[in-house]
């Protein structure tokens, strides 16, 4: 049983433009979400989170919106550049997050020049 | 520089050989994790640590093992590795828990 959804494996987007990243979760405890970057042969990298309290939060490029009612969480990058092309990950946490993070199947962001 | 530091990056083993992945952090984090990242399957946690002996099982702890005797480190063993333990396994630590975690560069294990 999937907890964190990323439906789209991939997504290509032309440099400049914007770039949106869905994430969907099932478990209603998740208080907090938080995305993380990652390239290849490198560790995950924390991007930007959100409280539950929130509905939305902004750091730069990035944005990350939350609707609670739908379970449902995005990443805007504006605008896109060549080195955001990366695998995405979706992470959520449940009542301070002790026990670890649940993590999406990622989504890799392709940025065309 | 504060950093989970993971050891060996790369290791190609035989089936049934056993192994440490150590994981050292200098961050003095209380939270730590082990994650296996698998082609189609996103990150998927091992094990994680609350504190110095303090350990619980994630979603996927079969065949695994982990011990947390000092706060800095968390080694994870495999006693009697299988061909499908062949995964990226990348470990991690947080001061404040679920809001966020510091990961190492990973460990490439191949078992034949």
């Known amino acids: 049983d999937q907890q964190v959804k990323q439906n789209s494996p991939s997504l290509s987007v032309q440099e400049g433009r914007i770039s949106i990243l869905n994430c969907d979760y099932t478990?209603?405890?998740?208080?907090?979400f938080l995305w993380y970057k990652k390239y290849p042969a490198e560790g995950p990298t924390f991007l930007i989170s959100?409280?539950?309290?929130?509905d939305k939060n902004e750091d730069g490029r990035f944005t990350v919106f939350l609707n609670k009612s739908a379970k449902h969480l995005s990443l805007h990058i504006v605008p896109s550049q060549p080195g955001d092309s990366a695998v995405y990950f979706c992470a959520a946490s449940a009542q301070g997050g002790a026990d670890g993070l649940t993590f999406g199947k990622g989504t890799h962001l392709i940025i065309q020049p | 520089e504060a950093q989970v530091t993971q050891n060996p990056r790369y290791l190609i083993t035989v089936t049934g050989k056993k192994l440490t992945v150590t994981c050292s952090q200098n961050?003095?984090?209380?939270?730590m994790s082990w994650y296996r990242q698998d082609p189609g399957l996103g990150l998927r946690q091992i094990y994680y640590s609350m504190n110095v002996e303090v350990t619980d099982k994630g979603d996927v702890p079969e065949g695994y093992k982990v011990s947390r005797k000092e706060k800095r480190n968390f080694p994870l063993i495999l006693e009697s590795p299988s061909p499908n333990q062949t995964s990226l396994y990348f470990c991690?630590?947080?001061?404040?828990?679920?809001?966020?975690?510091?990961f190492g560069s990973g460990t490439r294990l191949t078992v034949v």
């Open positions: 961050m003095n984090h209380e939270y």
């Open positions: 478990n209603s405890m998740f208080d907090y």
């Open positions: 959100i409280s539950s309290i929130k």
């Open positions: 991690a630590s947080s001061f404040t828990g679920g809001y966020g975690y510091t």
